[in-house]
């Protein structure tokens, strides 16, 4: 973030993390914690909160100046994915939330829902079976009887 331009502020309390609240030039705004990097760059690092200037948020954990660890990413449309992050992607266990209510809950791979995982309907109806990408082949209603 140093090599940017924009405003910050630095308070640091010994040792630790640096807490910082910096503006991009964008409009970004980051609030949290950051380290420096072996060229000596202030780079997100730890807990933080990121607010786009397009009204995205991502409240959660950072390696590197990366989305990664948990966190929750909001988008303006009212959706939500909340879970485990990778290098900026959506990467581990974790629950996609659609604007209107229904959920894909599973195992991520690269922003898509892989391998065994659910789809609930804004309805409430819960079916469960292999995603692959945008495939979901075979999937299964579950009955309440």
Request: hydrophobic fraction near 25%; charged fraction near 20%.
């Amino acid at each position: 973030m140093s090599d940017k331009k924009g405003s910050d502020s630095l308070n640091t309390d010994g040792g630790g993390p640096l807490k910082v609240s910096y503006i991009f030039p964008n409009g970004d705004r980051y609030e949290g914690e950051c380290s420096r990097s072996a060229y000596g760059a202030l780079v997100r690092s730890g807990a933080g909160k990121h607010t786009s200037a397009s009204g995205i948020t991502y409240t959660g954990e950072w390696h590197e100046d990366k989305m990664h660890g948990r966190g929750t990413v909001q988008y303006p449309s009212g959706a939500q994915y909340e879970g485990e992050f990778k290098d900026n992607m959506y990467n581990g266990t974790g629950t996609y939330t659609f604007p209107d209510g229904s959920m894909c809950k599973g195992h991520f791979h690269n922003n898509r829902l892989e391998g065994d995982g659910a789809f609930i309907s804004a309805q409430g109806l819960f079916w469960t079976g292999e995603f692959h990408g945008k495939a979901a082949l075979g999937l299964k209603l579950e009955h309440n009887l």
